[in-house]
């Protein structure tokens, strides 16, 4: 398992392709960045923030801050069922009963380990920070974190049309940088503060989409995805890479950690434009939060 240290909270000022958005809140670390490389080009596909003060974590999963999103506001939340499955329309081009109101731009999931998960979004017209839906009550460090609970799910279309190409980082890169890869763009670096650049081969991956889980559990807790998991048993899914694990330096702090999986059946391929699905998880999955975000 891939361990990191996330040593402060820092504000890092760079040098971007593109400006950085409003949608970039300025008291806020620059975050961890995803990326996609197909060959030699450059994709920005999702941003994870972690905010650490004295007595508490709080996780941010955005579309990237530097990019142009839309989306319709959620007309409610979902609840699941104890066993079995939920089908959930998220059609974007006919919308359910899921996914209908006014449109909203960049909006962003937030679980906040006093036990609140949230999605935030923008208006259309002023470009000022809204509601999105109403808090939900979420897992929280009052409860037992012996094991990985999972707090926010992103679906991320494999598809290039969905993100915003971006430049390849230079070879004297200074920051933190690390590959899912047979055959890595630059040699992994984890050793210095701040944020991490974390990329996914596009040529080591399947078509569709790759499911991104953000968990959470005790820093003393190593993931062990052969018995200590949230998944069901008998799951079917393709391992893009072992957990990802971020630790505040507060140990009293849960750790964070990130796991890529696949779905191994899937259906014929069409290329277009896909949107990206946010998935936040209540507790007991009573109040979970869904939206999707398509590129403009």
């Not at 970039?24 to 923030?49: M, T």
């Not at 999103?69 to 006919?94: A, Q, R, V, W, Y």
């Not at 002023?126 to 929280?140: H, Q």
């Not at 953000?214 to 200590?228: G, W």
Request: glycine residues 4%; proline residues 7%.
């Amino acid at each position: 398992m891939l361990e990191l240290t996330l040593l402060k909270t820092v504000i890092i000022s760079v040098v971007l392709d593109t400006p950085v958005s409003n949608f970039f809140k300025k008291s806020h670390a620059w975050p961890n960045r995803f990326l996609l490389r197909d060959g030699s080009d450059w994709f920005r596909i999702i941003d994870l923030q972690i905010l650490t003060s004295i007595n508490e974590i709080s996780v941010y999963l955005k579309p990237p801050i530097d990019g142009l999103f839309s989306s319709h506001e959620p007309s409610g939340k979902i609840s699941l069922p104890p066993k079995g499955f939920k089908d959930i329309s998220i059609s974007n081009k006919t919308p359910s009963d899921v996914f209908n109101g006014n449109v909203f731009f960049n909006p962003y999931l937030s679980w906040h380990s006093s036990g609140i998960i949230h999605a935030n979004a923008y208006k259309t017209k002023d470009i000022s920070k809204s509601i999105f839906l109403s808090d939900s009550e979420a897992i929280s460090t009052k409860d037992r974190l012996d094991s990985p609970h999972i707090i926010m799910t992103a679906v991320l279309p494999i598809c290039t049309l969905s993100y915003f190409r971006t430049q390849a980082p230079p070879s004297n890169f200074s920051g933190n940088y690390f590959e899912v890869s047979d055959k890595p763009y630059l040699e992994t670096d984890l050793k210095k503060d701040g944020p991490v650049s974390i990329v996914l081969d596009r040529n080591g991956l399947k078509m569709r989409a790759i499911v991104m889980d953000i968990m959470v559990h005790d820093q003393s807790v190593a993931i062990d995805l052969d018995r200590k998991h949230p998944y069901p048993d008998g799951a079917e899914m393709y391992f893009v890479n072992q957990p990802i694990t971020i630790s505040p330096n507060n140990k009293s702090l849960p750790a964070v950690s990130i796991f890529f999986y696949q779905p191994i059946k899937s259906d014929d391929l069409i290329i277009e434009k896909k949107p990206i699905i946010f998935w936040g998880r209540s507790k007991n999955q009573f109040q979970d939060i869904f939206f999707q975000v398509m590129k403009i």
